[in-house]
């Protein structure tokens, strides 16, 4: 949040402006943010109802007339966020910037192109807003501890995920050989497709191997999806082991030199020694 | 349990009943819990084989016979309960009364209400009883770690689950967008339900791609639903270390009484006090 | 193993005959623990086969014939082990024992009953011998290992077992009074059924919900299903983490009182004493 | 890699094709290293879109020529590798050379046998040589540590999976029993399919029980293999944190040249001298 980049004296409008979108620890801020994260529900679920047919047949006009009221709300936040900040360009690009551009455009796009409507669910990636909100709360704590382990392990689940695409698209292959256009693997990428589904243990049954071959070949497939599982889970588990544990006591006692003290620890658990 | 609520001295028969009905640890007490039980069990039981249509037509009328029996006993059972504590509403208002009260309500509304009588598997809640019969045991004990541990990890599960359902929201309207109508995306509700089940790794089967990019899409839908599972795992595991670990020493210091000490601590990290 | 229960000098031959066929460290006698396995694998690989229509009508009289030239093998083996220990029906009631006569039993019920040739698949029951034969590695330190890890976590395990059943229950329940028979959701224990299908993430499609507000509670299931694997999976891992350390160093440091060290250490690792 | 065995000064030829081929730690290396790669990538596409009927018929020619091309390029490669190392034959058994010798075989056999042409999709395994690109980062040693928890919980993973197939024996032939032939249980081989489509929670749904019996038999193997994922997860989960605490402090002993120090350790263990 560019909190450092507004000088409060030459343009205070501008500051309060700032305080009040972007801030969420004053009152008028939390119930802007309150008020816009309504906005952003509101309008998801007008999108979801306007796919369904009856509804959009009974109540389409209302439902249009919601979408265009949002539409405009958004689009003027949208121009006050690009104000209020002293780098609109720095905004327009940052993730939550482009994410405000792209939950009002689609509704304009519709007046040209049709079909383009149902892209407005974009604007449940705005919901992500609601971790702002509880900023004064752990949350976010909490979500930058879980973005830390999972960076940890990101190459770890690299190389993991490598030796599973191998596996996958090689057992792909083979069932298309073994099973064959008649049986529903009519190409080696939908045969991939039947791999990727049976190994993450989905298993939709749309594709199912049909020869006995097949099915032993499907079998080993399962077993290695079902077991193979266990690599990631040990991987993230021990990186979050070592980020959450990473907030204890580093202290050393001056007798012993033993570490590994608890953080309410006023003496050396070995050796009596004040801490 | 409101144990110290009672004053024995004053209406000792109101502490007998007390002790009976709502203590697990002496033999009458005992008893009474688990005549409880085996008739919710019962009456569970009755319940699942009364919506089987063949044992319905053939023993329909025992059924109803031994419905309205324990459903009368454990009105009885409820009055009683009111009856031993001294402070009535409190209990009315706690889980287990108003569990207690919803597994006796649906029968007597049967009387008006057609269909409301499968509604008496809520009895199946009162099974939740069992484990006050076993408090004498650990599972008691355990209960409560395992409570500790998710409480503990619950705010890292609800910043992980947040993200899911955005995840879901999202890849449901991308195929909609897709798929389209024509292939059973029928609406962005339906497709969320399909991205739920895909993601789980359930897959029915009942809704699956048809069209190339829709089965793309679907494949990083199920690696993300996959390899995501190893998070609350994670979570979990490390909350539980935590829990069960911190229960582990007992010891307490003989000079300031602290206790929590780890488990080759020699002196106390308190006050230097050797152990 | 009842090793101590032979008097060697009095009936040598029993001892030499228990050493053949119970023990497996002399070469004859793991030469005998690898005919038996050969021949359960063998018998095993026959009844899978025999169950195969087209194999059974081009081969079914050889099928048979091995079938009774094992059978009478393992009698006399099994009569064989009654003879070389000293209390035969200790053995007799021991789980391999009665493992050991359920092998035999259905070829000579066959005789009587038709189908329960079937039921020799209980053999591959005795394939677990396998880890006898590997006794002298470390396979039966680390099944002792699995072992113990799962006792220590039974009793959590169990509380999680009963609040998922009475979840399972609850879900049933609701399914059948929200979709109805017309879904196939036909009467409480089958939607228990469905129920269980949904948590465990199998999914088969064979009874799915069409209702939106059935599919809104089968979503609810399956998130409940998705994430509380993560329940037993920390409780095991906590479990194993602890079981698979039970086996490091105790030592404490006669200086400092420090224990935690490696199994290789000779001095302690805070203070440099000598331990 | 046979970087010992090239002596320099005799064949500088043979060592520079040698730098060229098999190091990626020069310009020039990385460079022919990544050449390799769009190559075999380009090629496995290849192989996937001409599975692909409609592709196929609209550009079997031009894939035609570009699977030849890149043959002989592998080809080129592959005798290249043999003439650059000292040692022809080791190479050539080794796992890279079978596979770059699998690489090419299917395009030659394809003028003689038809249908092999799908066997190309080995070429993804060589895919694998991705890892010796990015060998100067640490994705090698991450790895390298995936592989020793693997291989440090091996054992117990054996014995996990002995178990599993037994159960997974011993339901399917149950199964068979319980449901017969009339429900698509043909066969106990069959049968044992379903089991482990159940057991790793796949589910396709092709077979599934339709008898109460059969339904309660599979609800138990359906909860046993929900529940049972924990215990691989559990033992890798510990394996890893192991193998990667391993790693961590790679301190040596000033005195004796002693490594594996713990994280908190100011004394040699071996000899006591201070780190």
Redesign the interface.
Known sequence: MPDHEHGGAAQPWRARMHELIFEADTPSGRIFDLAILVAIGLS?LA???E???SVREAYGAELRVLEWGLTIAFTVEYVARLIAVKRPWMYARSFYGVVDLLAILPTYLSLFVV?TQ??L??R??R??R??RILKLT??VG??R??KA??AASS????????AVL?CV??A??LM??IEG?EHGF?????S??WA???????????I?PQT?VG??V??VV??L???V?????????????DA?KKSTNTQ??P????????D???????????L
Do not use: W
């Not at 599982?229 to 082991?241: E, F, H, K, L, Y």
């Open positions: 998801v999108v979801c109802l796919s369904v047919r079909g149902s892209l669910v974009v449940a990636l919901l992500l609601i971790f752990h949350y909490e979500a501890m879980l382990a999972l190459r770890k689940i690299t190389v993991f995920l490598g191998t698209l090689i792909g292959a298309y050989l256009e009519t190409s080696i990428p939908r991939i497709y990727i589904v049976t190994m993450t243990t989905v298993g939709y049954g749309d199912a006995v099915q032993f499907a079998s399962m077993i999806g079902y077991g599982i266990a690599v990631p889970t040990g991987i993230v588990t021990v990186a979050m082991n959450f050393a006692c007798a012993c030199g033993a570490s590994s003290h608890a309410d620890a006023n003496y050396c658990k070995y050796c009596g020694e004040k």
